[in-house]
């Protein structure tokens, strides 16, 4: 494939509506695995996700035009699987297993659409809300996300001249590119690109994808977005996110029932997944407390990730679990997806390198770092901590504490009753950069 001259494509942007979600595959990996496991376990449940910009600095309604918006969020809605896409899910291996997805799921899925959404302007940001049943609301985080990043991009980019761009995406490119050659002298690096909720468009996305595949080889494993994955004949990258443990959590009747809501999830996870998905996310609650009290079966699992823990503290707080519970860490993986770049990609790869099996999920640092490739109108081109997440189900606030107490979220009396539930065990609070 040719690659997209970037800049020319954007200078000549003169289309009605250039669409920035072009198929309900352009999405992370672990939403349709999620999505296959909630309709089949909790098909009924109601949940309200919402959009949170931790970034308060930046006005993304002073930004972004919110007819634009609009038009972004509409078009998503109108799009449906097609059928190329269902016989690709249908017939393709994903983790070595054939027909992952059952055949009543795809059934299902042929005929999905995306819920309507509430979108209002307060104090210079959007507030954007999704409400109805779980099995849609929770496939709207992803393209909501790729969509407003990529319209402040858009925005901005409004203002460079011709050579501007030009020169923008040279220095993007020629920045980007340093990176995997500092990467290519880890010789045993599992990486893949986990770049779409916050990347700087599909365009460049799609860049940064080739070049890793060019670059590194067969150490550039996949990618989490699915419809990359099925374009560029890589593997679809993905297990589970916080919001099973927070809906879970929200909807338990007792302070038992919610101690016990980060295992309850691993045991549906189990019941529809084996293998290589078997992998733990700890951190919903904290990861202190989620050892503290797990169960012995869920050292048998295949590895853990570490999201918001110290990359480095975390793992050994993970390799000490492993030994206490009679485990060989060698034989496990730990997975760094949160904030890695090629600094803390390389220091974590060196300290863990020979005691544990590594893979990591390369985010927002491979798709949407042009720090110092331009001035900074309006804002500028630097990301933004930008999420969407679940407010509620059934009406109940959902929580998430995590092991970074910057990334926590909900209703604050409902933070404070899980904190007495779970203990306050996060680690000291990180600057959330991306």
């Not at 634009?68 to 809605?77: F, G, I, K, P, S």
């Not at 991009?153 to 995997?180: G, I, Q």
């Amino acid at each position: 494939m040719v690659a997209t001259d970037i800049a020319t494509r954007v200078w000549n942007h003169t289309f009605k509506l250039d669409p920035i979600v072009r198929s309900l595959l352009d999405t992370d990996f672990y939403k349709l695995l999620m999505l296959q496991m909630i309709r089949g376990l909790h098909p009924d449940v109601h949940a309200t996700f919402s959009l949170i910009n931790r970034s308060r600095h930046v006005r993304l309604a002073d930004i972004i035009d919110e007819q634009e918006l609009r038009d972004q969020l509409d078009h998503a809605r109108s799009l449906t699987f097609s059928k190329r896409e269902m016989i690709w899910l249908a017939g393709n291996s994903f983790y070595g297993t054939k027909q992952i997805f059952r055949p009543d799921f795809l059934e299902w899925l042929e005929d999905f659409r995306l819920p309507e959404y509430d979108l209002r302007r307060v104090d210079g940001q959007f507030e954007l809300d999704f409400h109805g049943p779980w099995t849609h609301t929770m496939m709207w985080e992803i393209p909501a996300l790729a969509i407003i990043n990529e319209l402040r991009s858009r925005a901005v980019l409004k203002t460079f001249k011709r050579f501007e761009l030009d020169v923008l995406y040279a220095r993007a490119k020629a920045k980007m590119w340093e990176k995997v050659e500092r990467l290519q002298g880890l010789p045993n690096l599992r990486i893949s690109d986990f770049g779409t909720r916050r990347r700087h468009s599909f365009l460049w996305q799609r860049w940064c994808v080739e070049a890793l595949k060019e670059g590194l080889g067969d150490r550039f494993i996949g990618s989490s977005n699915v419809l990359l994955a099925m374009e560029t004949d890589l593997e679809a990258i993905g297990t589970n996110a916080h919001e099973l443990p927070m809906v879970l959590a929200a909807l338990a009747n007792s302070d038992q029932e919610l101690r016990e809501t980060p295992y309850k999830v691993l045991e549906e996870w189990q019941s529809y997944y084996g293998g290589n998905l078997l992998i733990v996310l700890p951190d919903t609650f904290g990861t202190g407390a989620f050892l503290s009290n797990a169960p012995a079966w869920i050292s048998e699992w295949t590895g853990f990730r570490p999201d918001s823990a110290p990359p480095i503290q975390g793992g050994e707080e993970i390799i000490a679990w492993w030994r206490m519970m009679g485990q060989d860490p060698r034989e496990k993986l730990l997975v760094f997806s949160d904030g890695m770049d090629a600094d803390t990609i390389e220091r974590t790869y060196r300290h863990f390198d020979g005691r544990v099996r590594m893979s990591f999920g390369w985010g927002t640092n491979l798709t949407n770092d042009f720090r110092g490739a331009a001035p900074e109108p309006m804002g500028g081109l630097d990301p933004i901590s930008l999420v969407c997440k679940v407010a509620s189900a059934e009406g109940r606030p959902a929580v998430k504490l995590s092991d970074n107490p910057a990334k926590a979220s909900g209703d604050p009396e409902e933070v404070e009753r899980y904190k007495r539930v779970f203990g306050n065990t996060a680690y000291a609070e990180r600057k959330l950069a991306v």
